[in-house]
């Protein structure tokens, strides 16, 4: 069963200025939906076409390269999106305890969050994630996920140039900056942790 690119959780100009609509019309339309349909391709009339994504993504990694980096970069868009919103909500009371812990405040978090999106060396993904009862920001390379890890991921940016090239040319800081400080979706990373278990592409 091919897989459907997710409708965008918001209007196109939910998350300006740090996310453009036009950044929107290329990030998800284009980049997104060519991972989307690479990965459908690779798996049409295999064993692989009956997984959920997130079996895929397993299965793939460390077996079949270019699956993999579809089938993870698909997942990891769509969680993105997820993890940014118009209306960012509020850590709920666990979350807000368990950021006091590993890092002593949620402003504390946010800048840690924009010095690794900053510091991470060229293309990849900046998490918030959860193992074992503990917070912890990871960094996985190129098109690499938590998705079929131990972690249970509760947020992620994109520091792919193409996430913010349109609007902040080459200044990374800015877009991190703008992201972590208005658009991050703390309703989502709240039901991430809530749940336990790692969040699912929609079948
Ligand atoms: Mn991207």
Known sequence: MAF?????????????????????????????????????????G????????EEVVAAARGSNQGL????????????????MSGETGTPSDELTSMINDAFG????LKQQLKDRGAGHFASGWVWLAEKGGKLSIE???DGDTLADSDFNPLLTIDV???AYYLDHQNKRPDYLDAVVEKKLNWSFASENLARGTTWTYPS
């Open 4 to 44: 459907k690119l997710i409708d965008l959780p918001y209007d196109d100009t939910a998350l300006e200025p740090a996310v453009s609509a036009n950044t929107l019309s290329f990030h998800y339309g284009k980049h997104h939906q060519a991972y989307i349909d690479k990965m459908n391709a690779a798996i049409d």
């Open 139 to 141: 960094e996985t390379h």
């Open 68 to 83: 993999f980096n579809n089938a993870a970069q698909s997942w990891n868009h769509a969680f993105y999106w997820h993890s």
């Open 160 to 162: 792919w140039e193409h």
């Open 105 to 108: 405040s949620v402003d504390e």
């Open 46 to 53: 295999t064993d692989h076409a009956d997984k959920s994504m």
